[in-house]
């Protein structure tokens, strides 16, 4: 195994860490304070982006540091998985930072999933716009009336009638809903085939936001903040209909494709979680040797040399871990690393989730303002542990594959 990253990934992780420092972190607070002060709730209606986010993309995209996720060299970077981990974990020491690269979820997956399943006019209709970051999109998959941690509990339904489908269901937790840029869904729902076996009764379809049937029902909070401008919304389809060539790989090719869509996305999102892990930890080494109490410097008091000490460590091996998930994940695919990609699942947000809280007790009251982005970090790593399987998935999935392989005699690893 070889983890060093290549030279292009190396130029590609520092030219955005210098574009974070020198162009998002001066502003990143100042972003946040104008949304707050024009701030709607959740009428996602009224809704606006700040210009200063479209000028930074124009920025990014100048630069050629757009579409770093994508291993297309014609429309993306071209890097691996394992040379886009070191460039997504530098992104995720800022909030802003996918966002301005046009790597942020849910519509980097949604590409990668017209990138390798699309046709050409599905191409051409929707990957082209979202590729230039003209248009938004998102996935609809959670649904409020079933345990969505097993997909073939969902209730919504793809029928095919002739040279239509016909989509219907509620999903909520959609992520993007609110943005006054989001045009397009990516609806998975059931389609029973008798004659197919259970992994295959789901499909994926393309919805425009503005078909008929269509409704937007409200914008959910997560811990108190709607996330504005993108937001997570709960959504309700009736009786829409889109024409079959808007199905995405063919009836039945919903799991595949999910599977697909989710093996390099938890890659990414976890190496976030280990930039942003980094970032709080600076923060809170900063702070205790910037801060006097009773006599002393805070890293002095409380046992805090060793929660920085316990954080190296954490961080340390939650990278290692990743790293390993995504050389495994280029080399035999997302299913042969189902066991490496759930364990960096479980690792990634917890080691965050543990670092941020760390970093707010050290700062006191100032860790859960504003002023700082600990409780951005902290919300991320929380919601983190839910989204995309939650712990408990993951662990049982490791835990049956662990048991299958002692079964089937294979040495330890």
């Known amino acids: 195994m070889h983890f060093e990253p290549s030279h292009r990934a190396r130029d590609h992780q520092q030219r955005v860490s210098r574009f974070i420092s020198e162009r998002l972190a001066p502003i990143e607070r100042a972003y946040h304070e104008e949304i707050a002060a024009g701030r709607h709730g959740g009428d996602w209606r009224l809704w606006r982006q700040p210009e200063i986010m479209r000028e930074l993309r124009a920025q990014a995209k100048t630069e050629g540091l757009w579409n770093l996720f994508l291993p297309d060299a014609e ?128 499909s994926m ?118 790293l390993h998930a995504a050389w495994k994940l280029d080399r035999v695919g997302p299913h042969a690393a189902m066991a490496e990609i759930s364990a960096i699942k479980v690792v990634a947000p917890r080691v965050l989730q543990r670092v941020v809280d760390d970093a707010i007790q050290l700062h006191g009251g100032a860790g859960v303002s504003k002023d700082v982005p600990l409780t951005g970090f902290y919300a991320q790593a929380r919601a983190l542990r839910i989204a995309d399987g939650p712990d408990e998935v993951h662990l049982a999935l490791i835990a049956r594959l662990e048991l299958a392989r002692r079964r089937g005699g294979e040495s330890p690893r």
């Open 75 to 202: 429309l993306g970077a071209g890097l691996s998985t394992l040379d886009y981990a070191p460039v997504a974990e530098a992104t995720g020491h800022s909030l802003l930072a996918p966002e301005v690269f046009n790597c942020q979820a849910p519509d980097s997956g949604n590409m990668e999933v017209l990138w390798k399943y699309g046709t050409a006019d599905q191409k051409e209709r929707w990957l082209t716009p979202l590729l230039a970051g003209d248009i938004r999109s998102v996935i609809c998959m959670t649904e409020p009336d079933a345990a969505s941690s097993d997909a073939t509990n969902l209730q919504a339904t793809i029928v095919a009638e002739g040279d239509e489908v016909v989509v219907d269901g509620r999903k909520w937790w959609t992520t993007n809903l609110g943005h006054p840029d989001a045009r397009l869904a990516i609806f998975m729902g059931r389609t029973p085939d008798e004659a197919k076996d259970r992994h295959h009764q789901h």
């Open 205 to 322: 379809v393309l919805v425009p936001l503005d078909a008929p049937g269509v409704t937007i029902d409200r914008m959910l909070p997560v811990f108190g903040d709607f996330d504005e401008p993108s937001g997570h919304g709960e959504v309700t389809f009736r009786g829409v209909r889109v024409p079959r060539g808007n199905v995405i790989g063919g009836l039945g090719m919903g799991f595949e494709i999910a599977q697909g869509r989710l093996g390099p996305g938890r890659i990414h999102h976890c190496m976030r979680c280990i930039g942003a892990a980094e970032a709080a930890l600076a923060l809170m080494v900063d702070r205790g040797t910037a801060r006097t109490a009773f006599g002393k410097p805070l890293v002095d008091l409380g046992g805090n040399r060793e929660r920085i000490a316990e954080a190296r460590i954490a961080i340390d091996q939650a990278r290692l871990l990743t």
